[in-house]
């Protein structure tokens, strides 16, 4: 009876594995669908020969926003930058634009503009703000991981992407796939140093005698002691990812889509040394820091992640364990801008918030006013004057009373 047993259980071990060998070697066209960035590339020469001052230029698609002393520059649909004259807020004047084909961010130190274009970084002289010059350019300095042979991308076009496969191993499995595929730019600090100001989303910042340059995966110290000749000092590992930088006492605080990264840059400005980091879910994440506080706001979507849409604060005063103190529900936040007692957050389609920041665990119910007519990017806060960068143009406030902001002026880019 028993030898019976095993001839039964030992046929259904031979039938079972027949049908997993018959079903692993089961070939099928199998068609894999998904949305990606996909890039246009141009040869690096030709990026390279794109630099044209032209005059005063209709503004088009503001983005990240740097102020110089009684200048305003406005980087212009990753193109190039426009330089105003911001002496009067309530009348702005156009000065120049700089055409660079594709430009990202924008700074400013001692009189001396450090833009982007591909993978490089020019310097310019504004001397004279309606005619600046090009007095040198630092080949392969950010955006370095996109370059493709001696091409670079110059767009990004979101794409339905198919592929077929005519000897799939399906199995089981179904014979189409969707899915979603991610690539791109990231998205881009909010100090005053020198005259200079950027907003939030700036991937370069200031300190010392240098200019600290950020792409996806790279920190870039570059000496700048000769403004117009800067030399690139080191490039440093770091996160995959990051977005924006900030500094603050010795530290440099990099926001990215896992995380905040800190950096000592107080022993050895020359080689910043990573000291610790704060992690959350995926998600855009550009960062301010004012007393020992960190203000992180996170954003999720499609090219940012499954993170809340939220902004935490993060005790940052024991510098290598930062620690999160509270997390406030936001609709859709960009950047950010803080003072002694403001903090603004562009929260997108839901407009510019602005909050008292000094009761840490109680911000979200001390709201001053939100300006809603507009769908928010960055935001420069300089005293009670705010500058705000937004899909429909820039947008100048008095921040006097903040509980009754008084508009300024408009410069519409629709």
Request: glycine letters at 6%; proline letters at 5%; hydrophobic letters at 35%.
């Amino acid at each position: 009876m028993k030898s019976k047993v095993r001839i039964i259980v030992s046929l259904f071990l031979i039938s079972s594995l027949s049908v997993i060998i018959l079903n692993s070697c089961t070939r099928c066209t199998r068609t894999t669908r998904y949305m990606a960035n996909v890039p246009t590339y141009d040869h690096l020469n030709s990026i390279r020969a794109i630099a044209e001052v032209r005059g005063p230029q209709t503004l088009t698609e503001p983005r990240k926003i740097v102020t110089f002393n009684q200048y305003l520059l406005i980087n212009e649909g990753n193109e190039g930058f426009h330089i105003i004259d911001n002496s009067n807020p309530a009348n702005p004047v156009f000065k120049s634009f700089v055409f660079l084909g594709i430009s990202n961010d924008i700074y400013v130190v001692d009189g001396f503009i450090y833009a982007d274009r591909g993978p490089d970084l020019t310097v310019w002289d504004m001397s004279d703000p309606s005619n600046p010059t090009l007095k040198n350019t630092i080949h392969n300095v950010v955006n370095v991981s996109l370059i493709k042979g001696d091409s670079f991308p110059i767009r990004w076009e979101v794409k339905e992407i198919v592929e077929v496969d005519e000897d799939a191993n399906c199995g089981s499995g179904r014979g189409i796939v969707f899915g979603v595929a991610e690539d791109g730019f990231s998205a881009g600090s909010s100090s005053a140093q020198n005259g200079t100001q950027a907003g939030s989303m700036s991937r370069i910042t200031f300190v010392g005698d240098f200019l600290y340059v950020v792409d996806d995966n790279t920190l870039n110290a570059i000496d700048i002691t000769n403004p117009s000749s800067p030399i690139v000092n080191s490039k440093t590992l770091i996160s995959s990812g990051t977005e924006t930088i900030f500094p603050y006492k010795e530290f440099l605080f990099l926001g990215n889509q896992f995380g905040m990264d800190i950096f000592n840059i107080g022993d050895n400005p020359r080689f910043p040394q990573f000291l610790s980091q704060f992690s959350h879910l995926r998600g855009c994440d550009p960062v301010v820091v004012k007393d020992d506080l960190a203000y992180v706001t996170l954003r999720s979507g499609r090219t940012c992640g499954p993170a809340e849409d939220a902004l935490h604060v993060v005790s940052v005063k024991n510098i290598t364990q930062p620690q999160l103190l509270m997390s406030y529900p936001m609709s859709e936040p960009n950047g950010l801008g803080i003072s002694d007692s403001l903090l603004m957050i562009c929260d997108g389609i839901a407009g510019l918030k602005t909050f008292d920041h000094r009761e840490t665990f109680s911000i979200s119910t001390n709201l001053y006013s939100t300006l809603s007519n507009m769908t928010t990017y960055d935001v420069i806060l300089r005293e009670n004057h705010a500058i705000i960068s937004a899909k429909e143009g820039i947008f100048q406030y008095n921040f006097e009373d903040p509980s009754s902001p008084i508009e300024l002026s408009t410069l519409f880019s629709k």
